[in-house]
T-cell receptor
Framework: NAGVTQTPKFQVLKTGQSMTLQCAQD?????MYWYRQDPGMGLRLIYY???????DKGEVPNGYNVSRLNKREFSLRLESAAPSQTSVYFC????????????FGEGSRLTVL | GENVEQHPSTLSVQEGDSAVIKCTYS??????FPWYKQELGKGPQLIID???NVGEKKDQRIAVTLNKTAKHFSLHITETQPEDSAVYFC???????????WGAGTKLIIKP
């Protein structure tokens, strides 16, 4: 049982380049999330998907887009990367958006030069 | 909006001693307070959570206390062990996981 799988684990981009972070969960969860983690700032929610077919903005959505491809997969796209988007990105899922455990992937470390 | 402050940023304790991490929140309407543990190179993992209708919750060596009047909650780890070394995050929410606001984290170091 893999849980939440993120790819790639590491990526280096130049300013202005685009890329997509992939996330897949095999727990049949309805809700999925994308967070970024920066030193001294905890985790901040970028976008979430309460259920298949819906997406909503979180705390820091600017510069990002998401796609809930199906119940298993939730991708995060950077259209024109900026140095301020250098961060560690985490995907998470849980059965529903209500309270309860969030299951996290191992993270994707992105550096924008 | 909600703001969560977490202290200390680093905590070093002797193995076998207790560790306490404190968080304060700003919105009195917040009603869900989870604690997550993050080991190096891994994603955070839930270790305990509490809702606003409960003052204290315990799970083996881990306990969380909530003071709604003062708007703060604390994580208590007793009989600390080397495997407790990690970064711990608190969070608070008005309405479920969609609105979780996270603290900045506490790095817990267990000295042998």
């Amino acid at each position: 049982n893999a849980g939440v799988t993120q790819t790639p684990k590491f990526q280096v981009l130049k300013t202005g380049q685009s890329m997509t972070l992939q996330c897949a969960q095999d727990m049949n969860h309805n809700s999925m999330y994308w967070y970024r983690q920066d030193p001294g700032m905890g985790l901040r929610l970028i976008y979430y998907s309460a259920s298949e077919g819906t997406t909503d903005k979180g705390e820091v959505p600017n510069g990002y887009n998401v796609s809930r491809l199906n119940k298993r997969e939730f991708s995060l796209r950077l259209e024109s990367a900026a140095p301020s988007q250098t961060s560690v990105y985490f995907c998470a899922s849980n059965p529903s958006g209500d309270t309860g455990e969030l299951f996290f992937g191992e993270g994707s470390r992105l550096t924008v030069l | 909006g909600e703001n969560v402050e977490q202290h200390p940023s680093t905590l070093s304790v002797q193995e076998g001693d207790s560790a306490v991490i404190k968080c304060t929140y700003s919105d009195s309407a917040s009603n869900y307070f989870p604690w997550y543990k993050q080991e190096l190179g891994k994603g955070p993992q839930l270790i305990i959570d509490i809702r606003s209708n409960v003052g204290e919750k315990k799970d083996q060596r881990i306990a969380v206390t909530l003071n709604k009047t003062a708007k703060h909650f604390s994580l208590h780890i007793t009989e600390t062990q080397p495997e407790d070394s990690a970064v711990y995050f608190c969070a608070a929410s008005l309405s479920g996981n969609y609105q979780l606001i996270w603290g900045a984290g506490t790095k817990l170091i267990i000295k042998p």
